[in-house]
């Protein structure tokens, strides 16, 4: 599904923004198209407290599987939580990801911005003079996330061989590679590769997995934690660049803003009088898990000063984006139009 958004849209209140958000990803034929994989709502005309729907996606790739909970949380926002996966028949999720994730609203009518496609969704609101922030889907990551499938069943132990449909040429001896079912997940080092017969062999695997398993090099799912990009997000998992640990959930540390200096010295620029803007960089610094993520999708940040609210900029690469002030005066966020 390509890139779309609705925009300035207003929610009577935050229950009738689960329901117009729910309409939006899942039923609309203009929106991203999501699925909607299971829900516990008597009346989307009239939710109540703590009801919840669950958004499912395979990505523009066709090779994702994501799991998010939205739950009416609270008169004033919604939560939203991301899992491994989610079992419709129980209503319960395997390892979730995100601590009180919220999508911010109001027990009155406000405005809101919605955008997305099948890897990213992303909602702007504003209630008062303040916009709220929330993301989650993938991220752009500078390592290669293509995703492969086993072929038949692997069972646990050491020095494992796993059968894939499709050898990846990113993949190489001695790097690492995450597997994961609807089960389990965990990171292993490639020991040796068949490529006569589309086999990885491992150092060692704690889990048995199923047949059609996912094997990848990069986990590239994310959810913000809290309303400012500038706060922290949680990854579905860490990677630890020199052995076989996977952490997860994983807090990173913030969007790294440091591109904030540049851009605010270019704001305008005196050389040309033009606005800068940067894409946020995913990094953790935490020594569990520290390492370079890398890219929020479709957001960019801009300059403070001689932009406003709610103003569509141009981009040299052509596209549009919507510039909402965060809550900071170093930048303000810009997030894409179409």
């Known amino acids: 599904m390509a890139y779309t958004n609705t925009i300035n849209q207003t929610a009577n209140n935050t229950a009738d923004l689960f329901t117009k958000l729910k309409e939006w990803w899942c039923d609309s034929t203009s929106g991203p198209q999501w699925e909607l994989y299971d829900s516990n709502v008597s009346n989307w005309d009239s939710p109540n407290l703590n009801e919840w729907f669950v958004v499912h996606s395979d990505g523009e790739d066709g090779k994702a599987d994501m799991y998010y909970k939205i739950i009416y949380y609270d008169v004033n926002y919604l939560r939203v939580y991301g899992y491994l996966y989610w079992n419709a028949s129980s209503d319960s999720g395997v390892i979730q990801y995100g601590n009180n994730p919220q999508i911010y609203g109001d027990d009155s009518s406000f405005q809101y911005w919605a955008y997305g496609d099948k890897d990213t969704l992303v909602t702007i609101t504003k209630v008062g003079i303040d916009y709220y922030f929330n993301y989650f ?13 086993t072929t038949e069943s692997v069972s646990s132990g050491s020095n494992v061989w796993i059968p ?8 190489e001896v001695n790097k690492y590679i995450f597997i994961n079912d609807h089960s389990h997940l965990e990171k292993t080092q490639i020991i ?15 889990y048995n997995y199923s047949s059609n398993a996912q094997v990848r090099m990069q986990v590239d799912l994310i959810i913000s934690n809290q309303n400012r990009p500038h706060n922290n997000f949680y990854v579905m998992c860490s ?10 959930p994983a807090t990173i540390g913030g969007a790294n803003l440091t591109g904030t200096h540049f851009i605010t010295y270019s704001d305008p620029d005196k050389l040309n009088n033009e606005y800068l803007a940067s894409e946020i960089h995913l990094y953790s610094s935490n020594t569990n898990y520290q390492g370079y993520y890398g890219t929020l999708k479709h ?12 103003d569509v900029i141009d981009v040299d690469n052509g596209l549009q984006y919507r510039v909402f002030y965060m809550g900071t005066s170093n930048y303000k966020l810009a997030v894409r139009e179409v």
């Not at 040796?192 to 704690?206: E, P, R």
């Not at 990677?239 to 997860?248: K, L, Q, S, T």
């Open 137 to 149: 889907g993938r991220y752009n990551t500078f390592y290669d996330s293509s995703t492969s499938f």
């Open 164 to 171: 894939v449909d499709y050898i990846q040429p990113s993949w």
């Open 192 to 206: 040796d590769i068949d490529n006569v017969n589309n086999k990885i062999q491992v150092s060692s695997l704690n």
């Open 239 to 248: 990677h630890r660049a020199y052995n076989n640990e996977v952490i997860y």
């Open 299 to 310: 957001i960019l940040i801009v300059g403070f000063e001689g932009i406003s609210d709610e």
